[in-house]
T-cell receptor, first 112, second 109 residues
Framework: DGGITQSPKYLFRKEGQNVTLSCEQNLNHDAMYWYRQDPGQGLRLIYYSQIVNDFQKGDIAEGYSVSREKKESFPLTVTSAQKNPTAFYLC???????????FGSGTRLTVV | AQRVTQPEKLLSVFKGAPVELKCNYSYSGSPELFWYVQYSRQRLQLLLRHISRESIKGFTADLNKGETSFHLKKPFAQEEDSAMYYCALEDNAGNMLTFGGGTRLMVKP
């Protein structure tokens, strides 16, 4: 069953800690993306990657880091430098120039 | 830089009424536009894309380059259409989508 899997579904973080959100896809998609979803602000792009070992900053990359060591995986680390990390995080993947994303089910991160 | 604007955060209509969710964009190139939908407790998913000129679940959207708009329309709303709708624009440089702020559609019985 092909798809894109995000884990965990809920994540709690203490202030000052780094946390890593997992995103795995078995769709053989080249491109992967991380978005942050906040009420009233839609989806804002954090990072994206179109090929292994390469990634680009999106509109709100500060305080986040990513890696793309494998085609299937694109983990996102929310660092302590991110001032307002509490949000819903969505991962997506696509075939380049195929006009459509497949989204994961999301991870809700809460800072406690 | 491209920008997508959805002026209505919430749209509430009665079942059977026509629906129009507004989307305006700014982009210097030739845009590729999409509508995505997120039903309650489900993943965000593609609803339709303008290049396909298709009708999905009774929804259509026409690209108006003169008005830089891509409004989503349905002649008769159903309760199951209640969801969050996002308009999105793809740039020509890569495969990156820029999303609007979203409109929550509520269809009342």
């Amino acid at each position: 069953d092909g798809g894109i899997t995000q884990s965990p579904k809920y994540l709690f973080r203490k202030e000052g800690q780094n946390v890593t959100l997992s995103c795995e896809q078995n769709l053989n998609h080249d491109a992967m993306y991380w978005y942050r979803q906040d009420p009233g602000q839609g989806l804002r792009l954090i990072y994206y990657s179109q090929i292994v070992n390469d990634f680009q900053k999106g509109d709100i990359a500060e305080g986040y880091s990513v890696s793309r060591e494998k085609k299937e995986s694109f983990p996102l680390t929310v660092t302590s430098a991110q001032k307002n990390p509490t949000a819903f995080y969505l991962c997506a993947s696509s075939i380049i120039n195929n006009y459509g994303y497949t989204f994961g089910s999301g991870t809700r991160l809460t800072v406690v | 830089a491209q920008r997508v604007t959805q002026p209505e955060k919430l749209l509430s209509v009665f079942k059977g009424a026509p629906v129009e969710l507004k989307c305006n964009y700014s982009y210097s190139g030739s845009p590729e536009l999409f509508w995505y939908v997120q039903y309650s407790r489900q993943r965000l998913q593609l609803l339709l894309r303008h290049i396909s000129r298709e009708s999905i679940k009774g929804f259509t959207a026409d690209l108006n380059k003169g008005e830089t708009s891509f409004h989503l329309k349905k002649p008769f709303a159903q309760e199951e259409d209640s969801a969050m709708y996002y308009c999105a624009l793809e740039d020509n440089a890569g495969n990156m989508l820029t999303f609007g702020g979203g409109t929550r559609l509520m269809v009342k019985p």
